[in-house]
């Protein structure tokens, strides 16, 4: 049987980017629709493509290799470091910088391939979620334009996660766009 604290908990949406690189797509507009927070791992690229994420979504992000020009505001580092949903995320554009042993859930970006999987922290005390959502503007695999999306609540228990694929639909007339799973757990 739940406990209280557990099924009092709201169930919070995360959306995973990288690597938009100016270029904010419809499709990847509407996917975020709804989301509670947009984690950006990097490669942003354009100060409005950031504020239009901003007006969908509170946004955390940190900086890639091509955002050196840009000035986002307090709190856009390199790695960035944020505690949300009962959890310790980490942010940074290349996967080999990230520390595992200071967060519960590591995004990165900059080989526009994505990834989920799950790594025992150093000293193997835990395991750490590592995501890589891919890119939705520059895709890298054959799977095409790719976003990440995690279901946490909010006591910090990972209920979900998956790279979500930007598809063009085949079916009808008009140009709609649907969302497919490449990876489910």
Known sequence: MASNATRGA????FDIVSDTHGMLSDELLDAL???DMIMHAGDCCVLEDYRQLCSIAPVTMCLGNNDWGNEYGPG???VTRTFRAGLRWQLCHYEERLDLSTCDVAICGHS???FIRWEKSP???????VMNPGSPTYPR????????RILVRENGKILHTEIVELRQSKEGDDG????????RW
């Open 141 to 148: 695999t054959a799977k095409g334009p790719t976003m990440g």
């Open 112 to 114: 526009h391939r994505p």
């Open 33 to 35: 629709q709804g989301a």
């Open 76 to 78: 856009v580092e390199r």
């Open 176 to 183: 709609g766009w649907s969302f497919t799973r490449l990876f």
């Open 123 to 129: 000293g193997g005390t835990r395991e750490v979620l």
């Open 10 to 13: 709201r169930v919070l949406r």
